[in-house]
């Protein structure tokens, strides 16, 4: 099991710093030029604003479960207690998510979308944890935890500052996002979870893909749609409902064999 962190490690380290090498890729021109641009009710482009709620109905939603996993003696959701604490960073993300896009979305530019990267790129991170924790090694798991999430904040404030820079870079933030999501897909295809409904983490990581095809097809569902709806509209409802698939995870599992 060590070797197999170890590898792990070696690896990512690898592509991180390939990614800190590699010509820069930019933030796109025409990112914050999005489809549906609708004010109602005195808020500016209120679909892609107001459909931000519904990660803060998913974050919210997780971080009771947790809290009443915790007063609950005879609960079976965890092993061991210290296995939430990835959750507990997960779900707060998630809900940050919320308030960082409404932020974003509210002015469309460099300068809000930092708040809007960030807690997206750490819930994605506390899932690699929990990945680790659950899959591979519980004291590894926990571990990588906090270092994961400076890695995190610093993908974010790096591509933030090179935008300040005038040379914009956003290879350590895709690596800290795409790069983590196969990890945690890997590492699921390879080892086997301690708890049932392991396999459902695959429906999660299909939704948000999904979310993401929604996302480059903004303009065009918006216009397949005679202007209903957009597709960055529909990948923020998506996204939201893949986080609140965790939840459900949670909620339906109990743990199979000991660590």
Do not use: C
Not at 43 to 55: G, Q, R, T, Y
Not at 221 to 236: R, V
Not at 238 to 258: D, N, P, Q, T
């Amino acid at each position: 099991m060590n070797r197999h962190i170890w590898i792990l490690t070696g690896i990512s380290i690898l592509i991180i710093v390939a990614a800190l090498l590699l010509p820069p890729f930019a933030q796109p021109a025409g990112y914050h030029h999005f489809a549906d641009q609708r004010d109602f009710l005195g808020i500016p482009n209120f679909n892609d604003v107001a459909s931000n709620l519904a990660f803060l109905f998913s974050g919210t939603a997780g971080l009771i479960f947790l809290w009443r996993v915790h007063q609950d003696p005879a609960q079976t959701t965890f092993q061991d207690r210290r296995e939430s604490l990835p959750y507990w960073v997960l779900f707060s993300a998630i809900a940050s998510v919320a308030f960082g896009s409404i932020y974003y979305h509210w002015t469309p530019d460099i300068d809000h979308l930092l708040w809007d990267r960030l807690p997206i790129v750490i819930a994605i991170t506390a899932l690699l944890s929990a990945t680790l924790v659950e899959r591979i090694s519980r004291d590894a798991g926990l571990w990588a935890l906090p270092l994961l999430v400076v890695l995190a904040v610093l993908s974010v404030l790096y591509w933030y500052w090179t935008e300040q820079q005038g040379a914009g870079n956003l290879n350590f933030y895709i690596v800290m996002q795409f790069y983590s999501i196969l990890l945690i897909v890997w590492i699921s295809l390879r080892f086997p979870s301690r708890y049932t409904h392991g396999n459902s983490i695959y429906q999660i990581i299909a939704l948000y893909a999904a979310a993401k095809v929604f996302e480059m097809l903004d303009a065009q569902i918006f216009a397949w749609t005679n202007g209903w709806i957009s597709g960055h509209t529909i990948k923020h409802l998506i996204a939201a409902f893949a986080a609140y698939g965790i939840v459900r995870i949670l909620r339906e599992r109990k743990f199979v064999r000991y660590q």
